[in-house]
């Protein structure tokens, strides 16, 4: 149980444009589901807290304008980086939690800007 | 927010037992300690919670000590596929608590040898 999953796994795509991330719950209702960028060799860093039909909270210095959430689901948030930049390359991981005091992780998603 | 410091990292040998502790000083009453173990380029695994005292699931133990201000993570008889980074998260993400969980440390890279 408490399976998330992630989707694509990994996206390049060329500055400039804007690339969608999908987080999905898949055996439990995430009422909460947050956002985390890893750059090589560092720890976690949260962007951003989504309630599902809620608008997301960003974390301080993270540009909401750039990431797009969208929370429109009980088991699905979406992560859209818009106009990305090769500074924008990393490791995005989501996490959705059911309420209580666990969050289950993705498998994370590869970006690469070029 | 309760701020976690581990060791960088640690080494040891397939077979051994291994503890790695956290400190957090400042943990709040409704905080709750959890573990999680994150191989490159995968989303962080969770391994264990707790509250106080000692928690024991399948594969560690977590002791924590009347005080709360630190934790120690227990790998029986690791193997080499035990090698990974290890994240101790300190907070409460249930509802009301926010993100003050979320903040993760720079984790202790745990070495096994043979």
């Known amino acids: 149980g408490a399976v998330v999953s992630q989707h694509p796994s990994w996206v390049i795509c060329k500055s400039g444009t804007s690339v969608k991330i999908e987080c999905r719950s898949l055996?439990?209702?995430?009422?909460?589901m947050f956002w985390y960028r890893q750059f090589p060799k560092q720890s976690l860093m949260l962007m951003a807290t989504?309630?599902?039909?809620?608008?997301?909270?960003?974390e301080q210095g993270v540009e909401k304008d750039k990431f797009l959430i969208n929370h429109a689901s009980l088991t699905l948030s979406t992560l859209t980086v818009t106009s990305a930049h090769p500074e924008d390359s990393s490791f995005y991981i989501c996490s959705a939690s059911s309420g209580g005091s666990e969050q289950y992780f993705g498998p994370g998603t590869r970006l690469t800007v070029t | 927010l309760a701020k976690t410091t581990q060791p960088i990292s640690m080494d040891s040998y397939e077979g051994q037992e291994v503890n790695i502790t956290c400190s957090h000083n400042?943990?709040?009453?409704?905080?709750?300690i959890t573990w999680y173990q994150q191989f490159p380029s995968q989303g962080p695994r969770f391994i264990i919670q707790g509250y106080k005292t000692k928690v024991t699931n399948e594969v560690a133990s977590l002791f924590i000590p009347a005080d709360r201000k630190s934790s120690t993570l227990s790998l029986p008889r690791v193997s080499l596929s035990d090698t990974a980074v290890y994240y101790c998260l300190v907070g409460d993400i249930s509802a009301g608590g926010g993100a003050d969980g979320l903040t993760f440390g720079k984790g202790t890279h745990l070495i096994i040898q043979p």
């Open positions: 055996d439990f209702q995430a009422t909460t």
């Open positions: 989504s309630n599902e039909g809620s608008k997301a909270t960003y």
């Open positions: 400042n943990i709040a009453t409704n905080d709750y």
